[in-house]
């Protein structure tokens, strides 16, 4: 245990990472859609290349949705994350079955030994560190805010900040 004075800072300076955290989540999550929107358009329309701007547009758009979504619509939410939630079970079932089936079966060692960069970068530590953020930042992230929820107090961190 740390003295009052100490206390009342940490729990001031963990409100602001709290909340920091959020919007971190929420701009990453925003920004990995959006990109993910634009690669799915590029791969279907390939005389396009998308700009940054464009990117950014749809970010606006996702982030209207959702914000109209949990102001008019929140009576909604339940239902759609019961949703997601089947999706998430009944697909990876599916995609499972598929790819065991349909895939191409490589040897253990093309699998364990061979490197494969199609990234279009041309140093394979580089390629691997982007590959890998997504995944670990994903994780991480999302795990860190819920961590840092579960354990505040809302109401002293709103009064601290």
Not at 92 to 115: C, D, G, M, N, Q
Request: negative net charge; contains cysteine.
């Amino acid at each position: 245990m740390c003295a009052i004075v100490d206390r009342n800072f940490i729990t001031w300076l963990q409100g602001w990472i709290t909340w920091f955290s959020w919007i971190a989540l929420l701009t990453g999550i925003t920004n990995i859609s959006a990109n993910v929107t634009t690669v799915i358009v590029q791969a279907n329309y390939t005389g396009w290349e998308p700009q940054t701007w464009q990117t950014v547009l749809i970010m606006y758009a996702f982030l209207f949705a959702l914000g109209t979504l949990n102001m008019f619509g929140f009576w909604l939410i339940p239902y759609i994350e019961l949703l997601a939630g089947l999706l998430h079970v009944l697909l990876w079932i599916v995609f499972a079955i598929v790819l065991l089936t349909l895939a191409p079966r490589h040897s253990s060692s093309f699998v364990f030994l061979e490197k494969a960069n199609m990234s279009g970068w041309m140093d394979d530590f580089t390629s691997f560190n982007l590959g890998i953020v997504l995944v670990t930042w994903g994780f991480v992230g999302f795990d860190a805010v819920a961590h840092i929820s579960e354990v505040s107090s809302f109401r002293l961190h709103y009064r601290l900040i």
